[in-house]
């Protein structure tokens, strides 16, 4: 018998992550932001700071995408852009104290979540989900560089 085109592996991490993420934006909208400002704020380094460059990447966007984020980020005083000294054309953007703490807010949100996923599903199938989901990212990237040769 044919499965049903909602019982494929693309579907159902769509249909899952879509699901997910909703729940995390609705989390953020409570806090005045939004789930791509939440990840955003998770991915700069505490500390020194990153560049957009940088951050794009691990968002799966470009750089030139970030702007309207950064923008928002730095209205809500969240975030500072300053100039690298070396290259003036490279920012980079550095957390406020305000920025730290919803970093960290974001931060215990996705711990919860993840500890709560945890305890329904168990650790051992969490661990077994993760090596799958690496197998099928390890896939799509080999037969994304096979259809670009």
Excluded: C
Aim: hydrophobic share 35%.
């Amino acid at each position: 018998m044919a499965k049903k085109h909602t019982e494929t592996v693309d579907s159902k991490l769509k249909t899952g992550w879509q699901t997910v993420s909703r729940m995390y934006n609705a989390e953020a909208v409570l806090h005045g932001g939004t789930i791509a400002m939440s990840h955003f704020l998770l991915n700069i380094d505490s500390h020194e700071g990153s560049f957009a460059s940088d951050i794009a990447p691990r968002l799966g966007m470009e750089s030139t995408s970030l702007s309207r984020i950064i923008q928002s980020l730095e209205e809500k005083k969240l975030i500072q852009r300053i100039p690298d000294k070396i290259d003036k054309r490279k920012i980079k953007i550095v957390l406020t104290s305000k920025g730290r703490e919803q970093k960290e807010l974001a931060k215990n949100i996705v711990r919860d979540f993840n500890q709560q996923v945890e305890l329904k599903v168990g650790k051992e199938k969490i661990q077994e989900f993760y090596k799958i989901i690496d197998k099928i990212t390890e896939l799509a990237e080999e037969r994304s560089k096979d259809l670009k040769s």
